[in-house]
């Protein structure tokens, strides 16, 4: 299915490296595999960055719902922005 536009192409992207990864089924409650899933969430970001980024231009705040790590949230330390995130899986 060709991707319609940057956000999907990034949402795909995001999905494809976490299915790689991290998968769900292998999710480990005790944080033994955390070290490769925040190593794919920093690869993911610094790719990606760039087009977050500029869609955040402007905002005042930030809402990283499904956070994750925080890793996102962390690369916007320094601006002029409050900056949020939630998370529900464990």
């Given at each position: 299915?060709?991707?319609?536009?940057?956000?999907?192409?990034?949402?795909?992207?995001?999905?494809?490296?976490l299915d790689q990864s991290y998968p769900l089924s292998e999710y480990d409650p005790f944080g033994v595999d955390a070290k490769n899933y925040y190593a794919a969430e920093v690869g993911f970001y610094r790719d990606y960055f760039g087009p977050i980024s500029e869609q955040v231009n402007g905002a005042s705040s930030f809402l990283d719902v499904g956070c994750g790590t925080g890793r996102l949230l962390e690369l916007f330390v320094g601006r002029n922005l409050y900056r949020a995130g939630i998370e529900c899986f464990p």
């Open positions: 299915m060709p991707v319609r536009n940057e956000e999907e192409h990034i949402r795909a992207s995001l999905q494809s490296l």
